[in-house]
T-cell receptor, first 108, second 111 residues
Framework: GQQLNQSPQSMFIQEGEDVSMNCTSS?????WLWYKQDPGEGPVLLIA?????ELTSNGRLTAQFGITRKDSFLNISASIPSDVGIYFC????????FGIGTKLQVIP | NAGVTQTPKFQVLKTGQSMTLQCAQD?????MSWYRQDPGMGLRLIHY???????DQGEVPNGYNVSRSTTEDFPLRLLSAAPSQTSVYFC??????????FGEGSRLTVL
């Protein structure tokens, strides 16, 4: 089946730093999504991207849908302690494929 | 404002036992799905349904059965539990924009 390669798998950063994570695929996706999972909860959508080249922001979060439709990145600016969690990229509609996640830890 | 509700939240089974994980959504979404989450493997699709009466297999369907008799409910059945099915299970429904709404998860341990 389709696979998404998400990196890095984990990150330790200082509060206030910017963060970048990305996802690549061997297959083309028409939709890219970024989710965040807090401990003990289900993932929650952060940003959805529907068009190649699209750059979308949601507060301190910015995500882009790659031109080739095979990649996407997520940036978090000026990290804060509540940014801690696991971030997942996901591609597709209905049969959505997920990356393995990036575990983010913020050091106050 | 229930969204997607999963029960039970925690379950311990012995090898060979059967059980059903329940999932209900109140958003009138046609599409529903079940994922399992394991360390280092992300979320993997088990089964999905595009509407009442229609189900299909995802990436890791072996050992699991599903049915969809109503739009609201999408139960996941483990017929004969195995230790390899120890995992966290998430049910999700999908809105028209493609956003998946997840339940809080069901944590299953098979001894």
């Amino acid at each position: 089946g389709q696979q998404l390669n998400q990196s890095p798998q984990s990150m330790f950063i200082q509060e206030g730093e910017d963060v970048s994570m990305n996802c690549t695929s061997s297959s083309i996706f028409n939709t890219w999504l970024w989710y965040k999972q807090d401990p003990g909860e289900g993932p929650v959508l952060l940003i959805a991207l529907y068009k190649a080249g699209e750059l979308t922001s949601n507060g301190r979060l910015t995500a882009q849908f790659g031109i080739t439709r095979k990649d996407s990145f997520l940036n978090i600016s000026a990290s804060i302690p509540s940014d801690v969690g696991i971030y997942f990229c996901a591609g597709g509609y209905q049969k959505v494929t997920f990356g393995i996640g990036t575990k983010l830890q913020v050091i106050p | 404002n229930a969204g997607v509700t999963q029960t039970p939240k925690f379950q311990v089974l012995k090898t060979g036992q059967s059980m059903t994980l329940q999932c209900a959504q109140d958003m009138n979404h046609e599409y529903m799905s079940w994922y399992r989450q394991d360390p280092g493997m992300g979320l993997r699709l088990i089964h999905y349904s595009v509407g009442a009466g229609i189900t299909d297999q995802g990436e890791v369907p072996n050992g699991y059965n599903v049915s969809r008799s109503t739009t609201e409910d999408f139960p996941l059945r483990l017929l004969s539990a195995a230790p390899s099915q120890t995992s966290v299970y998430f049910c999700a429904s999908e809105g028209i924009t493609g956003e998946l709404f997840f339940g809080e998860g069901s944590r299953l341990t098979v001894l």
